[in-house]
């Protein structure tokens, strides 16, 4: 058994033995430990969170130093590197991103959309189109079949092309020159073309103004080219693609077997004559007093007191159209209602049909000569902005109106007859002016013209052309065009791009 010894006050330790007082000194130890160790872990704290800003630093310079190079030299330095598919070192632009090819730009900038295992389509592009197999079952029974050539009902002498100024010279428009002769195209007093035939009579005459160019696809592609490259309106007839479509879109119940029970864009009218419009933009403001109110957006003029929607918008189903567009020609008239249909694709603007509630985006696959690659049709491919349908019932007019880019349109089915104007007519066709809701187009009533109001339009200058099915019009940026549905009609066109030209006259009319 273990004794504890004593010892007594004042008495020093022995060399062995252990005092009371000796642990008294550890204590400072451990606290001073504790504060090392604390301001240890606050010095790393405070060097990871100067790296961290430091990196930010860096990182937002960097990309303010990317940006400025951006906005005041458009460099781009991966796209400075890669030549531009199907342009001149001359037509590349720094800052935009460029592909050695139409399907290197595809695959980097889009994803494949999964294809029907019912039937590979032919012609069908990966990335955009109707990759259901409702529609793949459709187009493989439709294309199985020997469907007839759908043939044109009518042809057309043109008037003669009297010398009537020194800029322009007489052509044969179905043996055209390899350029295009000086003034092209012909054109002669608009109130002429109107006289002898008036818009609200669909039915067609003998003879026409037309001024313009008859290309046939397959002998005069050379020449086609090169009026496009001069930007100046042409006619390409006998393009098999454009055949293979017409034939389908005419055979029995294609149409509403493709287009089903959607509901699609409608406009009605209470006479013949359609007039686009779009209500000025408002936004919200606040007076001085604290209270909102709406105000037009900069740059534009309010509502005229006067003025009126001229259409009503809807939606509707294709044979729901049908029944109203497909009657005799006793329930026809111009003073009779109307009804305008539209089908939109969407196409690159949204692979999967965002630009349209009940987008059509078999129009992709039904078209494939309007798909974005190039093409005769397509200047700029990649700056096309879908495909745009309009389906117009007999004596249906579109009113005189310009379209600030290139235009590629088609009918597929029926006829339609365009009577054109130059952008140098831009003074004399009295448009309506900027801000206005139906802004671009004519004020003039091309029925009836009223001269006293608008006597400049004494001195406009047109020619006309009737598209049948199977033909496609190139038209320019800014030309104006005027369109007068002759029978119950499919036309389609799609746009690929601007060409500033034609901008002057266009910018002289304040737009």
Avoid at 304 to 315: G, L, S
Avoid at 485 to 504: A, W
Wanted: charged share 25%; hydrophobic share 35%; proline share 8%.
């Amino acid at each position: 058994m273990h004794r504890r010894t004593a010892i007594p006050s004042g008495s020093a330790p022995s060399s062995g033995g252990v005092s009371s007082s000796s642990s008294l000194p550890g204590k400072p130890t451990r606290r001073r430990r504790r504060n090392q160790q604390s301001l240890f872990r606050r010095h790393q704290q405070e060097t990871v969170m100067l790296l961290i800003q430091t990196l930010s630093i860096l990182i937002l310079m960097s990309c303010g130093f990317v940006l400025a190079l951006k906005v005041l030299f458009g460099y781009n330095i991966m796209a400075s590197r890669i030549p531009s598919y199907g342009s001149s070192s001359s037509e590349q632009h720094l800052g935009q991103r460029v592909f050695a090819s139409n399907e290197e730009r595809i695959a980097h900038d889009f994803v494949p959309l999964v294809p029907s295992r019912v039937y590979a389509i032919p012609e069908s592009m990966p990335h955009i189109g109707d990759k259901s197999d409702d529609y793949a079952t459709l187009r493989k029974e439709f294309d199985s079949l020997p469907l007839p050539e759908i043939p044109q009902r009518f042809n057309f002498d043109t008037m003669v092309m009297e010398h009537s100024n020194s800029d322009q010279v007489g052509y044969d428009i179905y043996d055209c020159p390899a350029t295009p002769p000086p003034g092209y195209p012909f054109d002669w007093n608009m109130l002429q073309i109107l006289e002898s035939w008036p818009p609200d009579d669909p039915a067609p005459r003998a003879k026409i103004f037309q001024g313009l160019c008859v290309f046939d696809f397959t002998k005069d592609h050379d020449k086609a080219m090169n009026y496009r490259t001069a930007e100046v309106p042409f006619v390409v007839v006998n393009d098999p693609e454009v055949k293979a479509a017409v034939k389908r879109w005419n055979a029995p119940n294609y149409m509403e077997r493709m287009l089903g029970g959607v509901k699609h864009r409608t406009e009605y009218s209470e006479n013949n004559h359609f007039m686009y419009w779009q209500p000025p933009r408002k936004i919200m403001k606040k007076n001085k007093q604290g209270k909102r109110h709406f105000q037009f957006a900069k740059g534009q003029d309010p509502i005229p007191k006067d003025w009126q929607e001229p259409t009503k918008m809807m939606r509707m189903a294709y044979l729901q159209w049908l029944e109203h567009a497909n009657v005799t020609d006793l329930e026809l008239g111009p003073d009779k209602p109307h009804w305008y249909y539209r089908l939109i694709g969407c196409g690159e603007t949204g692979t999967k049909g965002e630009c349209d509630n009940g987008s059509s985006e078999y129009l992709f696959d039904e078209l494939p000569f309007f798909q974005p690659k190039p093409g005769l049709y397509m200047v700029e491919h990649d700056k096309q902005k879908g495909i745009h349908c309009r389906f117009g019932m007999k004596g249906v007019i579109a009113e005189n109106h310009f379209d600030g880019s290139r235009n590629s349109i088609v009918v597929l089915g029926g006829e339609r007859r365009y009577i054109l104007a130059h952008p140098n007519q831009c003074q004399n066709l009295a448009l309506l002016p900027k801000g206005h809701p139906s802004a671009r187009h004519s004020a003039v009533d091309w029925s009836d013209p009223d001269l006293e109001t608008y006597p400049q339009f004494q001195e406009a200058r047109g020619n006309e052309v009737v598209l049948q099915a199977g033909d496609v019009l190139y038209l320019p940026t800014n030309w104006f065009h005027y369109i007068i549905s002759l029978s119950l009609n499919f036309q389609c066109n799609t746009r690929s791009g601007i060409d500033d030209r034609y901008m002057k006259p266009i910018h002289e009319c304040g737009f």
